[in-house]
């Protein structure tokens, strides 16, 4: 039976395409092709065919380690402020306001993480990925940005934590609305 050259799944004679992998079977002259050597596919299947590597998330990653590393710089105490933070409420069995320093590092840490999301943006962009990643760049970066500075105001007294959650999800509804409708009148593109 023959196989594919590139998967070596088993396929049908006379079959123009592998229903494994895609590769076309038939030569343009309609010579079915043999199966190659290892060597011969292995420089095939990750040679010059090979998609570029896609190397944000490893860039996204060391981004976060960074932002996680400045937050702690921002206020070495975050540990042993959220470790109090957490025994008030345990012994007052109640819900308490997180304190000052708490909330300035989670504002401070949304908005580092949208930065963080408008870079990578432009990295994809310049790396000529597909515009729907830039795009989700974006809109996430938007809707961190949208959060630290709700959660300010929460630090503020200008907000309760129901109406920092609310804007929230008002906020992140309409992203997503903007983002179906953007696929939707741009398939191609996005």
Known sequence: ???CPKCGAETEKGDEFCHSCGTR??????ES???KSSIHEREECFGEGERPRDYSGLVSFGVFLLIVGIIFLA???LISDFNDWIKDMTTQETLLRPTKGLIDSAALFF???AISDFFLACVRFMAHQRLRRVLTSILSGI???SFSYFIYLYGRHALTWQMTLAAEAVICGLLIILYSILRYLFPKRL
């Open 33 to 35: 092709l043999e199966r």
């Open 25 to 30: 079977l038939v030569q343009e002259t309609g």
């Open 111 to 113: 908005a580092l993480i």
């Open 143 to 145: 809707a961190l940005a």
């Open 1 to 3: 039976m023959p196989t």
């Open 75 to 77: 206020n070495p105490h």
